[in-house]
């Protein structure tokens, strides 16, 4: 029996549909397929490979963490830069604090590992003919300013005003200091046209924000990443801390001009220095640093579109030193000292840096320096800070071939007390030799807008320059209240101990609605500063009419 098989209509359409396809992709292929002629310019004597990337886990990280520090420089105004630091944290950072009032046992070397800074000793030729006819012009107008701060606070507050010793201290030393600024800046603005310009602020506040590498991760972390199979070989690795520094200066002098740096190029650039810097690697809470979550913040004492905009001098409390105990000693004493002036001036030039579009993830491209007293009315003691690098993320702090210089004297009485009478005794003229000349040094560097200010906008730097009202408005509103640091309307979400005990280490409530954030597997701390409600546009208002559907007003975060 044979079966004859005939292509039916259906079939034969189908096959020769399927005939001309291919003749169709065929023809649309060879249109695609470029014709490279004999002449062509993409002949190359040597041959050109597209470049290949790192796909380890830690080429990956380190490819996105640089990713995101470009982005942060092409932001275009100060204020953008800060709160793109900030967007990934709704709630804050969690920041090591430093401030004046927590300097804790042979801190030192973790300062100055946090900050990269050498500290040397002040040159002790200080004078000339010139210095000593000045100091001899305003010794009596000193020496008068003391005797009446003294005598002011001793009527304003007695001995039975109930006041702690540092509290005590603290309002002597602040009507001392700003009585012998008044007769200083008297005595020696006629003769130098600088003091005349400078701004003065009474208790600014000063923060800065930044981050240091090679830590040593805390117990949790290793212990997280251990427990995952993928992880553990980077259980160990070092991480990057965020420290925030806090401080209220008594005084802080600005100018329009930059003071000249007294380290040349050779010694800025110093890889074999850079390798013998302290280090301490350990987390800083075991030195007995606290920790907190705030956002991050760079504030010189002013506002980013406020001028001048370089420090000069300023005035910081040794008040907070009554509070340390005697049995850490005197050596430990003085390295105290040099702590706090080390991590004051660096915090303050480095939220000067940050108003001209420097930050802790671009380095900065030229020197800036400041000049730093501790005192509290009594025992003087100066310094000279030159900031020449901000980079110390991650590798960068092995990497880095740049350091921070900061020298300075030891302690110096300008008098030994004051007698029944209200005058002063044992005054001593070295330190008015250093006060001057502190004073007397002329700010004398100016660079161009392109120098000074390499990652700003040419044409806007602030947010006060946008044109647009409702970007301008949003992006001043956001930042004031990120730098203000005040808590969020809702309470932050926590764990509570029942829920610990009963839900996490126990399942013992298996008939509970989930509903907490650690039931639905929500980490509160990973939620973005974009992520929240938009604020809502009434009807009567909306620009396009009542009935349009753009009920929400736009957001312009950078």
């Not at 002040?122 to 210095?131: A, F, R, T, W, Y």
């Not at 130098?192 to 240091?212: C, I, S, T």
Request: net charge positive.
């Amino acid at each position: 029996m044979f079966i004859l098989r005939y292509k039916t209509p259906l079939r034969f359409g189908l096959f020769t549909s399927l005939c001309r396809t291919s003749t169709y992709f065929k023809r649309q292929q060879s249109q695609l397929v470029p014709q490279i002629s004999a002449n062509s310019d993409e002949y190359t004597d040597v041959p050109q490979y597209p470049p290949i990337h790192d796909l380890s886990f830690r080429a990956r990280k380190k490819s996105e963490a640089q990713k995101w520090y470009e982005e942060i420089i092409k932001a275009s105004t100060v204020e953008e830069k800060m709160i793109k630091i900030n967007m990934p944290r709704y709630y804050g950072y969690k920041v090591i604090d430093l401030h004046d009032r927590c300097l804790p046992y042979n801190c030192l070397p973790a300062l100055q590992h946090y900050t990269r800074t050498v500290l040397e000793k002040m040159p002790s030729k200080i004078g000339d003919e010139v210095l000593a006819n000045q100091v001899e012009a305003i010794r009596t107008d000193v020496q008068d300013a003391i005797e009446l701060a003294c005598d002011c606070f001793r009527l304003k507050y007695p001995v039975s005003s109930g006041l702690d010793p540092v509290e005590r201290e603290q309002l002597l030393s602040q009507i001392i200091v700003e009585q012998i600024h008044r007769a200083v800046i008297n005595a020696l603005a006629v003769d130098h046209q600088h003091l005349q310009e400078v701004e003065v602020d009474y208790n600014p506040r000063h923060e800065a924000f930044w981050a240091v590498g090679g830590i040593q991760p805390p117990r949790n972390v290793v212990k997280s990443k251990e427990g995952k199979k993928w992880q553990k070989d980077f259980s160990k690795d070092p991480i990057d801390r965020l420290m925030q520094y806090r401080s209220s200066p008594m005084l802080a002098l600005r100018h329009r001009l930059q003071l000249a740096p007294w380290k040349g190029e050779t010694e800025i650039v110093n890889p074999k220095l850079a390798e013998k810097l302290p280090r301490y690697e350990l987390d800083p809470v075991t030195l007995g640093f606290s920790r907190s979550y705030r956002h991050g913040t760079n504030i010189a004492g002013y506002w980013p579109s406020n001028l001048p905009g370089f420090g000069y001098l300023s005035y910081q409390s040794r008040a907070v030193m009554k509070m340390r105990p005697d049995s850490y000693g005197v050596d430990d004493f003085n390295d105290a000292i040099h702590a706090q002036a080390i991590q004051s001036s660096f915090a303050w030039l480095l939220a000067q840096a940050n108003y001209n579009g420097f930050n802790t993830y671009s380095e900065l491209t030229y020197p800036m320096n400041t000049q730093t007293i501790i005192t509290n009315g009594r025992v003087w003691s100066f310094y000279e800070y030159q900031l020449n690098t901000l980079l110390m993320h991650g590798d960068q702090i092995n990497e880095n071939p740049k350091v921070n210089y900061c020298r300075g004297t030891e302690e110096l009485n300008l008098y030994e007390s004051i007698d029944e009478n209200g005058k002063i005794k044992g005054f001593n003229d070295l330190v008015l030799h250093h006060l001057v000349k502190f004073y007397t040094k002329i700010p004398s560097v100016q660079r161009s807008a392109a120098e000074m200010q390499p990652y700003l906008n040419v044409e806007i730097k602030r947010i006060a320059d946008y044109m647009d009202d409702e970007k301008r408005i949003f992006l001043e509103k956001t930042y004031k209240f990120m730098v203000s640091n005040r808590p969020r309307h809702l309470e932050i979400p926590e764990i509570y101990l029942w829920e610990k005990i009963y839900k996490i280490d126990n399942k013992t409530r298996p008939l509970d609605a989930r509903r907490r954030f650690f039931e639905l597997n929500i980490n509160p701390w990973r939620r973005t500063l974009d992520q929240h409600q938009k604020e809502y546009i009434p009807k009567v208002i909306r620009p396009e009419g009542p009935k349009s559907k753009k009920k929400w007003k736009a957001t312009y975060y950078p």
